[in-house]
């Protein structure tokens, strides 16, 4: 099994490498983990750059101290993969974004698409973009991820449009005499960008708007999936076939 992720701010160590794991992730190494000298684990910022150290020791309930040797930095993957997520109801949402991350997308942006029966609105929607982004970090860390996905501001129809426009493949998730995505010709590199529907199913509107800014209509398969698993099906689908998960 691969060494535990731990989030971290910084990577200031002295000359002989010792580093000091604290606060709530060093409390969860420590009581959690219940990790003991001698044990791998390796420490990230989220946003590429990690180390793989070694732990030295253990002070109290939440430091842990380990031997960092180096960092290093992981480049961005190509092409880049962003889903444009229509919000769930309840908890689905943070579903979404869970099995997502652990699949391996690089960008989630939420859509107020005008068939969501759930609005982001005042603090409710800070709240719920909060839960987004702490998944994702989470669920970053439990797949043994050292760079995780953002989770951009909840997006309008218009600022959907705008970052369809400037993909190197735009694609809606629509059954309706829509080509499968599975024998779409896709980019070597650049950025893809998919966007996956409301349970009500992407609008008319909606869908010619997609449709100016350079987005076509493609399915999955025979089966209709619910909004929170079709983005991980078709993140999976496209990871396959452009060679991330070869």
Partial sequence: MTAPVFVVEHFDAPADGRYVLDGPEGRHAVSVKRLRAGEDVVLTDGAGRWAHCVVLDTEGKDRLVVRMDSVA??????????????????????????????????????????????????ERGLKALAKWRATARE?????????????????????????????????????????????????????????????????????????????????????????STAGTAATALLLGRTGRWS
């Fill in 73 to 122: 930095e992981e480049p961005e993957e190509s092409p880049r993969i962003t889903v444009v997520q229509a919000l769930p109801k309840g908890d689905r949402g943070e579903l979404a974004v869970e099995t997502m991350t652990e699949t391996g997308v690089d960008a989630v942006v939420p859509w107020t698409a005008s068939r969501c029966i759930t609005q982001w609105k005042g």
């Fill in 139 to 227: 669920a970053g860390k439990q797949s043994r991820r050292v760079r995780f996905p953002e989770v951009a501001d909840a997006a309008s129809t218009k600022q959907v449009a705008a970052l369809l426009a400037g993909a190197d493949f735009a694609a809606v998730l629509h059954e309706e005499g829509s080509e499968p995505l599975a024998t779409a010709e896709l980019p070597a590199s650049g950025r893809i960008v998919l966007v996956v529907g409301p349970e009500g199913g992407v609008s008319p509107d909606e869908l010619a708007a997609f449709a100016e800014a350079g987005a076509k209509p493609y399915r999955l398969g025979r089966s209709v999936l619910r909004t």
